[in-house]
């Protein structure tokens, strides 16, 4: 099997491409390139050896990245969990699928919405009020919120 380097037989330009060999040959020597003047590089034969660590190509008995520490395979990550780590935000972790009063700033006045939010974006908040009406609201548009305590 080759390596995939092409040579000039001139000066000994190597590319990864006979197409480059070829241009190189025509501005550089001012020579057209005949099918078998180009000579593939000499290096190495046969297939190139596999990396034998598995993390880095092969695979030996499954995807050792889904496996944790102990060999036991790790618990699968929901949405919530990687928006957890991924953005750290305390309206996600107080607010999200909570009741509550949200007041946002509309314009020159604050308005209150009260329902279910849902904070699953960075940058804005999911509001379904107890009228039915459902309203996306910037994060940056909240000036407080007051959690509902159901009973």
């Known amino acids: 099997m080759d390596t995939g380097i092409w040579k000039c037989p001139i000066c000994g330009f190597t590319a990864m491409s006979k197409k480059v060999v070829e241009n190189h040959m025509r501005t550089a020597h001012n020579v057209e390139p005949a099918k078998s003047e180009i000579g593939k590089n000499e290096g190495s034969k046969g297939q190139m050896p596999r990396n034998p660590n598995p993390k880095y190509g092969g695979r030996k008995n499954g995807n050792p990245r889904q496996k944790g520490p102990?060999?036991?395979?790790?618990?699968?990550?929901?949405?919530?969990?990687?928006?957890?780590?991924l953005y750290h935000d305390y309206t996600f972790e107080l607010l999200h699928n909570k009741k509550a009063i949200v007041y946002v700033q509309w314009g020159n006045e604050v308005r209150e919405f009260r329902g279910?939010?849902?904070?699953?974006?960075?940058?804005?908040?999911?509001?379904?009020?107890?009228?039915?009406e459902r309203w996306i609201i910037l994060k940056g548009q909240i000036i407080a919120y007051k959690i509902i305590k159901e009973k």
Request: aromatic share 4%; glycine share 6%.
């Open 116 to 132: 279910l939010v849902h904070a699953r974006d960075p940058y804005t908040v999911l509001l379904d009020t107890d009228e039915g």
């Open 70 to 85: 102990n060999g036991k395979k790790k618990p699968v990550k929901t949405r919530n969990d990687v928006m957890k780590e």
